[in-house]
């Protein structure tokens, strides 16, 4: 099988892509729900943890793993892929795809605060998103709101507007979901 994992419910979000994409494929899950908010950790802290998961992932003889996760993937990847065997597939903000969609040259990475203040995500700015502005907005609480379900709430709108209003006031006009709990709130 196919091992996928993240913090929580984000990561379903690319598990349902991979089923659609690769029908005939097994997929193995881990929601990592004990150990959630994955933004709000350290880098060591996730490393053990990722490391942990994967070493499940190694028990169960996996093909290879998808991180269905932007954070445990740019805090941990580069390790994950020195320590295990299996090819490992990484998820990060889509920085290229938005960079040439763009018409004001003015985009916005919304992603945990965590992966905001990455310097992965730094590097992929730097790499695919030259002479573009580009505002890096870290979440609050966001992706335990999704967790808990609570994706039309009072309290998820109210940050959602917080967050991105001055975004659409400051002619930003494309927005990557560097998180993969936020597509349940596009
Ligand atoms: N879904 C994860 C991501 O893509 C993180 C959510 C969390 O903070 O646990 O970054």
Redesign the pocket.
């Known amino acids: 099988s196919i091992g996928v994992f993240?913090?929580?419910v984000?990561?379903l979000s690319i598990l349902l892509e991979i089923q659609k994409l690769l029908p005939k494929e097994t997929t193995l899950f881990v929601a990592d729900q004990a150990f959630?908010?994955?933004?709000?950790k350290s880098k060591s802290q996730l490393l053990e943890r990722v490391g942990k998961i994967l070493e499940f992932f190694e028990e169960k003889e996996v093909k290879a793993v998808v991180a269905a996760?932007?954070?445990?993937t740019v805090y941990t990847i580069d390790e994950m892929r020195q320590k295990f065997k299996f090819p490992i597939i990484g998820?990060v903000p889509v920085v290229k795809t938005i960079a040439q969609h763009t018409k004001t040259k003015k985009i916005a990475i919304f992603?945990?605060p965590?992966?905001a203040r990455s310097v992965y995500l730094k590097k992929l700015i730097e790499k695919f998103a030259k002479g573009i502005h580009v505002e890096r907005v870290g979440g609050s609480n966001l992706?335990e709101l999704v967790e808990e379900g609570k994706i039309d709430s009072k309290e998820t709108t109210k940050i959602l507007k917080k967050h991105l209003l001055p975004l659409v006031e400051n002619n930003i006009d494309a927005i990557a979901l560097?998180?993969?709990?936020y597509p349940f709130l596009r």
């Open positions: 993240d913090s929580g984000g990561g959630v908010p994955y933004g709000g996760c932007n954070t445990a998820t992603s945990t965590a992966t992706e560097g998180c993969t709990h």
